[in-house]
């Protein structure tokens, strides 16, 4: 395994080098979103200082460019996750806005009265409500796959769950609520011999391990760019070729169509059918450049690294008496998530902030994963592949802070 030249990848992210209330920074909020890297910022200023045009339109020269750098990003998806071909690449705001796309597209062509959708106890919000809010309108059922203590998705229920009426499961690759990494080739599997789609909120999964979508024979899959050191405001949505020819538009606008009257539309080709209107172009161009920058580091020793990092924060936060983590499934990914009894989360959330320690607090869009817990909302701390040993031991001493302060 290639080591970490640790100190030169902080040195890449500018943030780090500041302070928060008089402390340096230990940012522990990836999950959120992660930070920059110089060569991303680099190339927000870039865009804008040299090439700013819209794309896929215009003859002149800027418009050409930036359509290039744009469609470059597409192939760079294409390769990351290893689609068949860039047109099963469709350029998003993000995963909420592909998880709404396939909701509407797939479920105004294929979701009935009757039907049933499957998800997962442990889905972010926006992995729930496009399915309910399907279901309600097409009076179809939302199922959910429940889970175990340790916050593992519980196999056996899944299996009698899917059945002739299943026509979608939905589930999270990595929770990021607990860190869950969940069994989604095994899931796939079972659903493909029911010849259900599947689709993959790889919202947490896509910046810490390595995706192939063709070995996962994965049908969709959704994730955002600002978690994966790029901009807000850019997203993938993959899809089977079959599967998104056989879907109606999602929006309609510019650069979807081919013809346009007034008596009749003809629709684009893939990947434009599904990206009406002009896109957020620099993110989108800049993606490529979050790309690269986990290609340099490799994806698979970010994982070992981030992996190394978890056990560490986990067995340090075990040794303070009082602290439960929430969620130890066996397979976990760069979130450590707790409660301690007899004290809010966002008092903690507080007292780390005043030492500069950034951490979430609250049910972290997963509400129903907090109400099965009983509680109102833990701790996280979630990683990147920035972050050190020494974050974790400021972390550690000021949660035994705080937690003198408030127990
Ligand atoms: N799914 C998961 C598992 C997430 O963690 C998040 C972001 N917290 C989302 C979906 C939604 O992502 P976005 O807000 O970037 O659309």
Not at 226 to 231: I, L
Not at 314 to 326: H, L, P, Y
């Amino acid at each position: 395994l290639k080591k970490f030249d640790i100190q030169k990848i902080r040195a890449d992210f500018p943030i780090l080098k500041r302070e928060v209330n008089g402390k340096p920074l230990v940012y522990l909020d990836n999950g959120a979103t992660t930070q920059k890297p110089k060569t991303v910022i680099d190339a927000i200023t870039n865009y804008y200082s040299d090439m700013n045009s819209n794309v896929h339109r215009g003859v002149h020269y800027l418009s050409q460019i930036s359509t290039d750098a744009f469609e470059v990003t597409r192939r760079k998806v294409q390769e990351f996750i290893n689609a068949r071909e860039d047109a099963e690449v469709i350029i998003t705001k993000g995963t909420t806005d592909s998880i709404n796309l396939v909701a509407a597209c797939y479920g105004k062509a294929f979701i009935h009265a009757g039907d049933e959708i499957i998800i997962s106890a442990m889905e972010h919000h926006s992995n729930i409500v496009p399915w309910q809010m399907l279901c309600e309108e097409k009076g179809a059922v939302l199922r959910v796959i429940p889970m175990n203590n340790y916050g593992e998705l519980d196999m056996d229920a899944y299996k009698s769950l899917l059945s002739e009426k299943t026509k979608l499961v939905s589930v999270t690759y990595v929770s990021n609520s607990l860190g869950t990494i969940n069994p989604v080739k095994e899931i796939i599997k079972l659903a493909h011999a029911k010849n259900v789609p599947v689709l993959l909120d790889a919202a947490q999964a896509v910046q810490h391990i390595a995706i192939d979508v063709q070995d996962l024979d994965v049908d969709f899959l959704a994730f955002s760019g600002h978690k994966m050191y790029a901009p807000t405001g850019v997203g993938v949505l993959y899809g089977k070729r079959e599967l998104l020819d056989s879907m109606p538009p999602y929006q309609g606008g510019g650069d979807m169509i081919k013809d346009v009257t007034f008596e009749k539309t003809t629709y684009n080709e893939l990947p434009f059918k599904f990206e009406a209107g002009t896109p957020n172009i620099e993110a989108g161009i800049c993606l490529a450049v979050a790309i690269d920058y986990i290609n340099d580091l490799g994806i698979e020793n970010i994982r070992a690294y981030e992996d190394e990092l978890l056990d560490y924060a986990t067995s340090k936060i075990k040794e303070i008496a009082g602290v439960k983590i929430i969620g130890e499934a066996a397979k976990k990914s760069s979130v450590l998530s707790f409660v301690v009894d007899g004290v809010h989360p966002y008092d903690i959330g507080v007292i780390l902030d005043k030492l500069g320690i950034a951490v979430r607090t609250g049910h972290h869009c997963a509400q129903p994963v907090m109400d099965l817990f009983n509680i109102s909302g833990t701790v996280r701390a979630s990683l990147a592949v920035y972050n050190t040993k020494e974050d974790i031991d400021n972390f550690i001493a000021g949660l035994t802070r705080a937690l003198k302060m408030l127990l």
